[in-house]
DNA sequence: CAGTGGTCTAGACCACACC
DNA sequence: GTGTGGTCTAGACCACTGA
């Protein structure tokens, strides 16, 4: 509900200025959501509704709510309004043994699906020809998908491969990797690479998020048991449906930490 | 150099309108970096000069800018300016057996050094009571360190312990498992749990970047050959300056994927 | 001191959702 | 339609940096 305003008010009165005003509100609402008091899916007032209640300037609400939005706590839809995102299951992926798309959402018990978001032959950017050690004039097969759980984008997942492996990207069904298993093809080895970024315009759009939120970047390269790439493939995976798992034993390096 | 104004006005020029003016600026700026006609280090304009030259308002102009610190390309100061952002050397870090901070900075060919945020025994909270394994009335150790690389924050490290394991928390000199390996309790075994995360206020003036960029927060509980928990660790890296790095195998979920 | 970024205001217009 | 968020403006004061 909206007793946001009133806890404002309380909140002003009992610590004269502790900050910014933007601040302030924010971590109003932000200890809201987190007690209980908005639950997901909740309703906020209108940004000029706040305004006038908390007797802040809309710019000032605004911005206290782009902040939350920005770290996944509230959504906002345009010409609809300001709601308390709602909260997914996160899902535990291992580094180890990599386990599959299909049988992650399997054991999260959700539906699941991919979305083609590209599927075809092109001339091969710098970077492709190098990660796939590709020959001179060869061509490049690309399939991009985006990864569905539910009603919710979890992932983008963009692929290439030289496209001797691939020459038909549009024969895939549902595996990549079944697909190549047909050729003899299936890759037994990979690496993978992994960094936290914030998320670009185009992959917030894709993902249903607001651009800025963390997500996980993984590259991953991998290989033949005869040591060729068979495939180069960038991931983005939302930060807050994610966590992935490694077990560490004992090595060098745990000596000195 | 302040080019930038003159690009934005012909850029304006030769596509009326195409989206957000903040967003355009934003592409110049951000392309500037990229082609390096900005390098490292140099500043821009100030935000009421850079307004004034391309006729925009210094709100949206500043709007733009804060896109680009958020995302680190760029960096303010306060009475100072606006500059393009040093650029990090990217740190490799395996996740199947973990080196320690001083070896990857040795590789690096760095200066490296900790700051202590927090050293003492606490009454535990309910997290580590779970995590620890703790028993009732037990206390619980904690240390907390800020891990430096020449002049650059590069990661909040903060253990939980038990009071057992570690009584006296200043004893330790400059490694934390070196001190525990003197009473026989070095960690031979470690479940790390891997997200992103947009930064809080608090991690962020510690790392010197701005609330919201995209960092990686990984857990750890280590384990000794008993099976006793030894330590609960919660790491901040930042986002734009740490690659992991994982190495996998065929397996289970190889095949559908 | 002058100049910078950080915050805040009041008001405006637009594109979109929902009725 | 009305109401929503998304963008943009002109102007103001503050806290800080650096000469």
Redesign the pocket.
């Known amino acids: 509900m909206a007793d946001v305003a009133e806890l404002f008010a309380a909140r002003v009165a009992e610590r004269p200025s502790s900050g910014?005003?933007?601040?302030?509100l924010k971590s109003i609402i932000d200890d809201a959501v987190r007690r209980g008091a908005l639950r997901p899916g909740d309703a906020?007032?209108?940004?000029?509704?706040l305004a006038a209640r908390v007797?802040?300037?809309?710019?000032?609400?605004?911005?206290a709510m782009?902040n939350l939005v920005r770290e996944g706590v509230l959504v906002?839809?345009?010409?609809?309004?300001?709601y308390v995102a709602p909260q997914l299951p996160r899902v535990e992926q291992s580094l180890g043994k990599l386990t599959s798309f299909a049988e992650d959402m399997a054991r999260r018990g959700t539906a699941v699906r991919s979305v083609w978001l590209d599927r075809g032959l092109y001339d091969p950017s710098p970077e492709e020809t190098v990660a796939l050690g590709l020959p001179a004039a060869a061509r490049v097969a690309r399939v991009a998908r985006l990864r569905i759980s539910g009603e919710t984008p979890l992932a983008i997942e963009r692929a290439a491969l030289s496209a001797s492996l691939l020459p038909d990207p549009e024969a895939i069904g549902t595996s990549l990797y079944a697909h190549l298993g047909q050729s003899g093809n299936r890759p037994v080895r990979a690496i993978q690479r992994l960094r936290a970024v914030n998320l670009s315009e185009e992959d917030a759009q894709l993902l249903g998020l607001a651009p800025g939120v963390a997500s996980l970047h993984i590259e991953r390269t991998s290989y033949l048991a005869s040591g060729r790439v068979v495939e180069f493939t960038r991931s983005t995976y939302r930060g807050d449906a994610y966590d992935f798992v490694a077990e560490l034993r004992t090595g060098e390096g745990w000596v000195t930490q």
């Open positions: 910014p005003l933007y601040l302030q906020l007032p209108s940004e000029r509704d007797e802040l300037s809309r710019v000032t609400v605004r911005r782009q906002q839809r345009r010409g609809s309004g300001t």
